[in-house]
């Protein structure tokens, strides 16, 4: 039987790839332990109101940066632009997030790690809460969003299929978050749609 290859998808202003509806994934932190916040070679795409809301918290979590991170983020900032034109985290040795911490060897956040605490009341980039979805704004307002492919992320995937767990599924509540409660609902509803032309 020929596979059926699906369109690109859209729900309102959102332009979404068709792999985000039918692949699995789910997220195993006990095997991979945050290794996507110390690998790459770019930082984690922000908006100007995150860096805002990022050099609000910075006081907060100075203490848990490591000194690297310390000074990359007194030469540049917390931000820079990188080589696609894209504002995103500053990073160390060309791939450490300036906000990795760790905590018995595991890899953590230390914004989320102080939102977690209370301390604060920003997170952590949206980006970093969507992923493995990327997003990219066009210049009609028109939002692009793709499952990003990362060979770091196999247990996830293989997770993420032992547990029949698609992504929209795993990353439901940051895409509430995103794009709100009736913009997911609509989502579900597409899905369902897709889930039937594949049968």
Excluded at 6 to 35: A, H, M, N, W
Excluded at 83 to 103: A, H, L, P, R, W
Excluded at 145 to 155: E, F, T
């Amino acid at each position: 039987m020929e596979k059926r290859i699906l369109p690109i998808l859209q729900v309102g202003d959102v332009l979404l790839s068709p792999d985000i509806l039918t692949e699995r994934f789910c997220c195993d932190y006990e095997k991979c332990r945050g290794i996507c916040c110390v690998e790459g070679d770019a930082g984690a795409p922000v908006s100007p109101d995150e860096i805002g809301e990022i050099e609000s918290a910075l006081d907060v979590v100075w203490d848990d940066l490591s000194a690297q991170a310390q000074a990359k983020i007194d030469q540049q900032g917390v931000a820079y632009i990188d080589q696609e034109g894209d504002m995103v985290t500053s990073i160390v040795n060309g791939k450490d997030c300036v906000f990795t911490c760790y905590e018995d060897g595991n890899c953590l956040c230390a914004l989320e790690r102080a939102y977690r605490k209370g301390h604060t009341r920003f997170c952590k980039p949206i980006s970093c809460s969507l992923y493995p979805i990327r997003a990219k704004q066009f210049g009609d307002g028109t939002i692009g969003l793709n499952y990003s492919r990362w060979d770091i992320c196999r247990d996830a995937v293989a997770k993420g299929k032992e547990v029949d767990m698609p992504v929209y599924k795993f990353l439901k509540e940051p895409l509430i978050r995103r794009f709100g409660a009736d913009w997911y609902a609509e989502l579900e509803e597409l899905a369902e749609t897709v889930e039937k032309l594949k049968r």
